[in-house]
């Protein structure tokens, strides 16, 4: 007999809290909003319930979010390296295993980097501060 955890709901939560993280914090560091809108209407890192169930123990959910914030540290990194592309590809790989699509290349974000995008001013990005009105 095998013991199986079933995921939480709070992994399901951050699994989504990840996506949006990567949306609205990574996403404007390579692309503009016009690419990034495309990636909205092509569901990029969509989640659904039905993907909820490919993901429904509590070790799967697990590496999902692990592979979410691996990509995203290596994103985020200063410098990019040739040598986190296998790091990249095998995380991006687990979360397409997982039902998420993830169309990107690590060559994809070298090319970019933030050269282009340096002081683009993205609608996905968090607001520095907010007013209450």
Do not use: W
């Not at 939560?13 to 996403?27: C, D, R, T």
């Not at 994103?75 to 790989?93: C, G, P, R, T, V």
């Not at 993830?102 to 907010?130: G, W």
């Amino acid at each position: 007999m095998k013991i199986v955890f079933a995921s939480t709901p709070d992994q399901m939560e951050k699994v989504e809290e990840l996506a949006q993280y990567f949306y609205s914090e990574v996403l404007p560091l390579y692309f503009s909003d016009e690419d990034i809108l495309e990636f909205e209407k092509h569901k990029v890192l969509h989640t659904t319930k039905d993907q909820y169930e490919n993901f429904n123990t509590l070790g799967e959910a697990f590496r999902v979010i692990t592979s979410l914030q691996t990509i995203i540290s290596i994103l985020e990194s200063h410098s990019l390296l040739e040598d986190y592309d296998e790091i990249f590809q095998k995380n991006a790989k687990t979360l397409k295993d997982f039902g998420l699509y993830f169309p990107f290349e690590f060559q994809q974000f070298l090319k970019v980097r933030q050269e282009n995008v340096d002081n683009y001013i993205s609608v996905y990005s968090k607001a520095a501060n907010s007013y209450l009105v």
